[in-house]
């Protein structure tokens, strides 16, 4: 189809249905991807042994946990990368892109042989695969948030882009049922040999399923539409938006530490601090997250109803207040149910953030900057504070101040409400209402 017959087709309103089925689409592959990008926390438990020389538990989760940083190193050059390209060629052509990358860097993991059988080019390999997969993460956030929001109705925004988070959390909760199912059928020993490749083959066969599903996605009305192009640079002309940046990086940085405190990590404190079992540890986490996924398109709505920046603003007064008490408690707790209504606790008050947080940054940016200006800033506040929540958390216990962390996820969240208190409402102040 050329350029008029696009621009032809896209001038009709699209149906609800149409809409829809481009959100489906679009969704799917997200949640593919972070099932991927997941599937390394949810079995490093198990594949630790595999890739490191043999020493305690928490000085291989050390290590398990840096690589899963390091990976998060490469989104800043995903966001960056694929940015430019969502906003040049178009959101559709990004989110094939990225999806392919992480089908390789799934397929590397499930293939690499052991430290035992190939020495240090185990775990460098590990690396490798990490790094490809967090540049595929850090460039579908940005597109991925920027395409579901413009797909929307302005009455609809926060509800459907709230999906982000419903298909990130539920690749994540995928990643956890996949373990479950292998926790249930392998033995321990089974699923320290062998049995923690299974998920990386799976997620390489969903990202390619994901691939097909997404070339049947429609680009949106705000790019077709899009008529004037930057004589200069996309990066120079996101550095005109100095501000919005600035305000990315500030909503984030809070958000992001809790999110991954609360998800990724919170499977491992309950095992190496709580001393929980591996099994309950898992169950916990699925639970909880079965039902934060419930929420988003619950707070996501609202926030059509309400504004975003009075639940920005509740995410972050709440996050300060309880975030001590509530990892303090959970550290001595000893019965499933505390663990359980404890992480409920927080994960509610997190909703605040990752209900809303896509919409937010994609109102901040006009068009032709928008994925970029929504991915890059972004991936570079998740991978100082999110990426290394689980390595300062970690360095925190290994130095006998386990607290000290607990501090510093309050320290972040307090930072980012007076970015949510000074802040416009997106909602009524967007810059998509202008596209």
Not at 91 to 108: P, T, W, Y
Not at 288 to 312: A, E, H, N, Y
Not at 317 to 339: K, R
């Amino acid at each position: 189809m050329d350029n008029s017959s696009t621009l032809a087709a896209s001038a009709e309103p699209r149906t609800t249905s149409q809409r829809i089925k481009s959100i489906f689409s679009g969704s799917v592959g997200n949640l593919v991807e972070w099932y991927d990008w997941y599937v390394y926390a949810a079995f490093s438990l198990y594949f630790a042994k595999a890739f490191f020389p043999q020493g305690d538990m928490t000085a291989q989760l050390l290590n398990t946990a840096a690589i899963f940083a390091v990976g998060f190193l490469m989104r800043p050059i995903g966001g960056w990368l694929m940015g430019i390209y969502a906003d040049r060629k178009g959101r559709k052509a990004a989110l094939l892109a990225s999806v392919l990358l992480m089908c390789f860097g799934s397929l590397i993991i499930a293939l690499t042989p052991s430290y035992e059988t190939i020495g240090v080019a185990a775990p460098i390999l590990l690396v490798v695969a990490r790094l490809l997969q967090g540049l595929s993460v850090g460039g579908e956030y940005g597109t991925s948030a920027t395409y579901l929001s413009e797909m929307a109705t302005k009455e609809q925004r926060g509800f459907f882009s709230s999906f982000q988070y419903v298909t990130l959390i539920s690749g994540q909760l995928i990643a956890l049922a996949v373990l479950i199912i292998l926790q249930q059928s392998l033995t321990t020993e089974q699923l320290e040999s062998w049995g923690w490749r299974v998920p990386f083959f799976i997620g390489a066969l969903c990202a390619v399923v994901a691939m097909f599903l997404r070339r049947g996605m429609e680009e949106t009305d705000s790019f077709t539409k899009k008529k004037d192009k930057p004589k200069e640079s996309l990066l120079r002309t996101l550095m005109r938006h100095p501000k919005e940046v600035l305000t990315v990086v500030g909503l984030t940085m809070g958000g992001t530490l809790a999110f991954y405190t609360y998800t990724t990590y919170m499977q491992k404190y309950l095992v190496n601090t709580v001393g929980m079992s591996k099994d309950d540890s898992t169950m916990i986490s699925a639970a909880t997250l079965f039902l934060f996924m419930l929420l988003q398109p619950i707070v996501g709505g609202l926030s059509d109803k309400i504004g975003r920046r009075p639940i920005l603003i509740a995410f972050g007064v709440m996050g300060t207040l309880f975030t001590y008490p509530i990892l303090s408690t959970l550290h001595s707790i000893e019965t499933w149910w505390g663990a359980f209504f404890l992480i409920m606790a927080a994960l509610i008050i997190v909703s605040g953030y990752t209900s809303i947080n896509a919409v937010v940054k994609a109102e901040l940016f006009p068009t032709e900057i928008r994925a970029l200006g929504v991915g890059l800033p972004y991936a570079l506040t998740v991978s100082i504070f999110g990426g290394t929540a689980e390595y300062v958390a970690l360095w925190f216990k290994s130095i006998g101040m386990e607290s000290g962390f607990y501090w510093y996820v309050t320290a972040c969240i307090a930072c980012s409400l007076l970015v949510y208190v000074f802040m416009k409402d997106t909602r009524t102040h967007s810059r998509m209402n202008q596209d």
